[in-house]
């Protein structure tokens, strides 16, 4: 079989130990660094003449790295890759200079939608969370609006819709098979008037909630923001939550973005910082996803 001659893991990746040990098979040499490197000139020194090189969200590799390396053939991105401009490596200089790029989708999903309606029942029924109106409510009935519609949302919205929620969305495009099931695209401001809920499913580096989406969102509602980064201009974020009638729930405080520290301990706020997606089983479909991708590269 076809190997790489040495492959680095520049900085953790998340591999499990199991992908750790397949993981010999595809290279004569592996070396594995535990921390993230502190500059890029120990970046490029631990990559070295190295011919692949795993990644995860960080360290950035730039062009600046790359036209350092000139033995380097392959780069695996061990986390999602969105688009060539929001990854954290410069995939058009690498595809120019003979270096293949490949990332990995749809890995963490289950976790997201557990997420989103775990909040939506505390919140509703008032479990361990103050009761969000003044009688205990169902998802029966609720309406869930989701901006942003990929494989987490489209999941997400199933679900809902099967406890008895009513959904709209609004994407780049309809998707078909979810207006059959009675999902329906909507423009983005008349949506975030219509729910009840708004759940946030964009891509990296995409913000499409400026003042007039918040005016046409209002208050009195519930943003769940699922997206790796803010999803709304951080200035009006920080202005909606500052009326305790809207509740913000994320996973992470990335999603929530550089006003994290000033609003995190509003109890209108909701954010355990721990990313719901990266389960047990999602670190397994990571790891597989990345081998196989290894594995193509090879062949």
Not at 95 to 109: C, L, P, Q
Not at 138 to 153: A, D, H, P, Q, R
Not at 217 to 227: A, D, P, R
Not at 260 to 288: F, H, R, W
Request: glycine share 8%.
């Amino acid at each position: 079989m076809k190997k790489f001659r040495k492959l680095v893991e520049v900085a953790p990746v998340g591999l499990q130990s199991w992908a750790e040990k397949e993981l010999e098979n595809y290279a004569d040499e592996i070396v594995r660094f535990d921390t993230l490197p502190e500059n890029e000139s120990e970046l490029v020194k631990r990559i070295g003449d190295a011919d692949a090189v795993l990644v995860r969200t960080l360290p950035l590799i730039p062009s600046s790295v790359l036209s350092k390396c000139p033995n380097l053939k392959y780069v695996g991105m061990c986390c999602s890759l969105y688009s060539k401009e929001s990854a954290n490596v410069d995939i058009a200089f690498a595809e120019s200079h003979g270096i293949t790029v490949y990332g990995i989708r749809d890995y963490g999903d289950h976790g997201v939608t557990e997420y989103v309606i775990y909040q939506l029942v505390r919140i509703l029924h008032g479990y361990d969370y103050p009761m969000w109106k003044n009688h205990s409510l169902e998802l029966t009935g609720l309406k869930v609006g989701f901006v942003g519609f990929g494989t987490s949302g489209q999941m997400t919205a199933q679900a809902l819709k099967h406890l008895g929620s009513e959904i709209r969305y609004f994407a780049r495009s309809k998707k078909e098979d979810r207006e059959k099931e009675g999902m329906h695209f909507t423009s983005l401001d008349e949506l975030l008037s219509w729910a009840d809920v708004v759940i946030t499913c964009l891509n990296k580096n995409v913000i499409l909630l400026h003042e007039a989406q918040f005016k046409a969102l209002g208050n009195g509602k519930i943003m769940i923001n699922t997206s790796i980064g803010p999803a709304a201009e951080l200035a009006l974020l920080k202005k909606w939550v500052e009326d305790d009638r809207n509740i913000l729930c994320a996973d992470t405080s990335g999603a929530i973005g550089e006003i994290y520290e000033e609003i995190k301990d509003k109890i209108n706020v909701i954010c355990p910082d721990a990313s719901a997606g990266m389960t047990e089983q999602a670190y397994d479909l990571m790891s597989k996803k990345v081998l196989d991708n290894i594995k193509k590269a090879l062949s």
